[in-house]
């Protein structure tokens, strides 16, 4: 059977499509320390997968890389990897009932190692736990950290509509996809002062339209294009759409590959994913997705991943979504070596 990062057998190490030689800042993933799921002793913690990972990065390109990881993993990976990576501090609670202080402890903890940017996860699936983008701690914490000097706030605050298909089906637990996006837009309007950043393609890759009412009403949100089989799957079913959005709009979107460091992982699974998120955004390639898929559904018979169409972005637009607009918008961006 084979691995679900490569089941086309393709071979990533066939570069020719890919037509874009600058830097790449990747402002959207999950370098973490990682260790076996059944060990207990702190010692075992290793940044074996962040060096891995971070190595085929930079064999697409990719010079820095802006992640969320725990506060306790961020002094080892600053102290290995220097500026290659920034930091970003996903602000939670881990159930509904636990106190606000445990989220502005947190935030605390963050704003002790210097992190550049925080992060509300809001993705329907949260909302048992309260985790509503809007929620009053929330409100709380993005005021906190803006008191601190933080500047940039990332947001996750929907799905693929598949998942409304599939998973989101009870209404009232979990709302319709519109709804998602009445807390965003709250905090949009309360925090003009800070710089969003919607994750995943604001959510909503399927719906090129939405977005782009979106960017006309609030010019500090951006969004980055993040989630490999999402974008893979969504945007070439949509590819002439977001294609246009992105022509028409190349200053408000940031690479994003939301890789994630974990125990085991083998090199080729990274390469799977800078393959295809490099292959989607500059290359006219028309093929397979080399990634396994669940939330896509083949034609009977039909091949087991859905298209990747490459939307062969001009020169001026990669420029801008691979670097440019990191640089004016993420606090220590740089192409520099680092």
Known sequence: MPPEHNVTSQDFADHRHLRYAGPIIDAHAHVTRTRSADSKDDAEWSIAQ??????VAEEYGVVQTYSMCPPEDIPALRQRFGDRLRFNGPISKKAIDEPDDAAYRLLDR????GVDVIKFWS???GR?????VDAPWRIEAA?????AGVRVVMVHVSDPDAWFRKVYTDVAKFGVKADQYVGLCRMLEMFPELTWIAAHMGGDPEHADHLEELLERYPHLYYDMSATKWQVREVSAH???VRALIVRKPERFLFGSDLVTRDGLPREHYHSRYW?????????WEGRSPIADPDYTPEPGGPATPPLL????????LNAVYHGNALRVLPGATTRPV
């Open 50 to 55: 962040a060096e891995t990972m971070l190595a």
């Open 110 to 113: 963050f704003l002790e190692q």
């Open 123 to 125: 993705a329907p699936r």
């Open 128 to 132: 048992e736990r309260g985790l509503f």
């Open 143 to 147: 005021r906190r950290a803006c008191a």
């Open 239 to 241: 590819r002439e759409a």
């Open 276 to 284: 295809s998120h490099r292959t989607l955004w500059e290359s006219a």
């Open 310 to 317: 490459g939307l062969h972005l001009p020169d001026n637009v």
